[in-house]
Every structure is written in C-alpha cells, then in structure tokens.
Nanobody
Framework: QVQLVESGGGLVQAGGSLRLSCAASGRTFSSYVVGWFRQAPGKEREFVAAINKGGDYTAYAESVQGRLTISRDNAKTTVYLQMNSLKPEDTAVYYC????????????????WGQGTQVTVSS
C-alpha cells in the first residue's frame, strides 16, 4: 500500500508557473505507475499526465502537451508536475494517483489517490 500527498498548488497569473509534488510513502514506490489528474468545478476528473515505473516513458493530455512536464525521483519517492505557461482553463484540483498495473490514462485503473491540491490561474 502507498500513501500519496500532493503539494505545491496555489494562485498564479496566466502565463506563470507552478511545480506540484506528489510525495509517496512506502519502499515499493518504484513499482507504481504514477499519474496526475485534475477536476474543475462541475466537470469530470480528467487525465493530465502519467509516468512509468522507471521514469523513462511519459504521456500527456493533448491540452497540456508542451506546457506540463511530469518527472519522478524514485530515491525520494516523489513525482513532480512542472506546469509552465499556465492558462485559466488549467484551474482545477490536481490529484496524483498510483497504479500497480500497467501504464494507463484511465483513472479507474489507479489504486491509490492523494487528497488533491488546488491550482488557480487568474486571467
């Protein structure tokens, strides 16, 4: 089992940057695929990015491609989401999640979830 804690959210102006962190407990962190998802008010949760266990394969939603970068440091049991050129439509609660199975963009496949961190982008 793994516990996930997100941090780094906040209020930023359009065009600005934030770096989210997802700190995980447990020695087997390198055994998990990790994804970032987000949910805006009144909308369904959506996939943002994912990274494989070794950190050498990533995938992104088309809406964030080229602006957001996911990375991981297995020694620190932490996954990061560097967010650049932020837009008001990026405003949402951002969640990290860990998957014991294969690489996927599907939220229901992820077994463990953090509590979320709010990102607000003002225009």
């Amino acid at each position: 089992q793994v516990q996930l804690v997100e941090s780094g959210g906040g209020l930023v102006q359009a065009g600005g940057s934030l770096r989210l962190s997802c700190a995980a407990s447990g020695r087997t962190f390198s055994s998990y695929v990790v994804g970032w998802f987000r949910q805006a008010p009144g909308k369904e949760r959506e996939f943002v990015a994912a990274i494989n266990k070794g950190g050498d394969y990533t995938a992104y939603a088309e809406s964030v491609q080229g602006r957001l970068t996911i990375s991981r440091d297995n020694a620190k049991t932490t996954v990061y989401l560097q967010m650049n050129s932020l837009k008001p439509e990026d405003t949402a609660v951002y969640y990290c999640a860990a998957d014991t199975g294969g690489f996927t963009r599907i939220s229901r496949a992820y077994d463990y979830w953090g509590q979320g961190t709010q990102v607000t982008v003002s225009s």
